[in-house]
């Protein structure tokens, strides 16, 4: 017998927030913004205000190395 996977288990995953001391999150975003898309889906969980998750950690990157 064969199970197969639904869409919705496919979409969801499990998301973390985005720390910019971690190199392997900078690094995938790094890739995200070269390749114009995430490798297997965002892994990045969005908080409030932002609207968007590159917006978000475009502002974090920023004010981190402002020093603000």
Same mark, same amino acid.
């Given at each position: 017998m064969r199970y197969e996977v639904s869409a919705l288990? &496919? +979409?969801y995953r499990q998301r973390v927030l985005f720390d910019f001391n971690?190199? *392997?999150h900078v690094t &995938?975003?790094?890739r995200f913004m070269t390749d114009n898309r995430w490798e297997d889906g965002c892994p990045f *969980?969005?908080?409030w205000p932002y609207l968007s998750i590159p917006d978000? +950690?475009?502002d974090q990157i920023i004010?981190?190395?402002l020093k603000i």
């Open positions: 288990s &496919r +979409i971690n190199k *392997e &995938r975003f790094r *969980e969005l908080v978000m +950690i475009k004010k981190n190395y």
